[in-house]
């Protein structure tokens, strides 16, 4: 079984396409083709389950994944261990949500570039479900996600920080500044929320739900700068993670208030696959991140 027909699966799997592949490995498709046929004669078996011209991976080639993930990630480690430089160079891909990518992301980012230059940096965002599933077909290297703890065997968490969701009124709004707001009387209030699968709504929701009670929004915006200026304006209330609403609340835009009996909190978790070998690179972002 050649190594180099195991790489071209991989590539095959993240992209789900073998144009693609063949595009990013600088082969014809043919080429691709005939490699993976290779493989399911060497195995015996057939890897891909084809319906006219889509295809996925049935069980045997979930199974071979898992194994091709490890040796290509030990090809890859001894050949950065052999070279003659160790230089932080290459390509860093980086799943997360969009909130984190415009309002916690850039200062970091900014410190990683300055002292690692010759990095590219591709950074996707999605859903946290969408996320998962870019980390599981290879087509990030991190991922970068506020939620409740995560777990999975071939996951491995390399930085996690607590994070609190606070909740905002405009300054002139009667909750702004109180300690100890009853839950139902927030709800009775006009609220300017994520959109449905976002994961700090529902822990928010999940929160309400445990006193039998469920907040209805009357807006539901994607944009974090859009919630907190129309909270601003006094158009409602909203919860947010700190990190987002941490400028705001320092320039005076926006207040803080507290609901009695109910602190939401959440992590940052920073996660890799343990089966995927992890670049000096992804290393580097890692380590910024535990400065």
């Known amino acids: 079984m050649e ?111 300055r002292r690692f230059p010759d990095v590219r940096i591709s950074v996707s965002t999605g859903t946290g479900d969408a996320i998962r599933e870019m980390l599981h077909q290879n087509q990030i290297d991190l991922m970068l996600v506020l939620d409740k703890k995560l777990y999975d065997p071939d996951w491995s968490c390399a930085w996690e920080k607590e994070e609190s969701l606070v909740f905002l009124c405009a300054p002139q709004h009667p909750f702004a500044g109180c300690e100890h707001l009853a839950l139902s009387e927030v709800l009775a209030e006009r609220m300017i929320l994520t959109e449905r699968q976002c994961n700090y709504r529902r822990a928010f929701e999940q929160s309400c739900a445990v006193c039998e009670l469920l907040p209805r929004a009357a807006l539901e915006i994607g944009s974090i700068h859009t919630i907190l200026d129309m909270t601003a304006q006094n158009l409602g209330i909203c919860v947010l993670p700190y990190f987002a609403a941490r400028k705001a609340l320092e320039t005076g835009m926006v207040a803080e208030f507290k609901i009695k009996d109910m602190e939401i909190r959440m992590k940052f978790q920073l996660i890799y696959r343990k089966s995927k070998w992890l670049s000096p690179a992804a290393k580097a972002f890692c380590e910024c991140l535990n400065m």
């Open 3 to 113: 190594l180099r027909n195991l790489e071209t699966f991989v590539r095959v799997c993240e992209n789900m396409s073998f144009s693609k592949a063949a595009e990013q490995l600088g082969y014809a498709q043919s080429t691709v083709t005939a490699q993976i046929s290779q493989l399911e004669d060497e195995l015996g078996t057939k890897l891909f389950d084809r319906i006219g011209k889509k295809f996925s991976l049935n069980e045997k080639g979930e199974e071979l994944l898992r194994y091709a993930n490890q040796l290509t990630a030990l090809a890859q480690e001894a050949q950065q261990q052999l070279s003659d430089t160790q230089a932080v160079n290459g390509f860093l891909r980086i799943g997360t949500f969009e909130s984190i990518s415009t309002c916690f992301l850039p200062p970091v980012l900014a410190d990683y570039v």
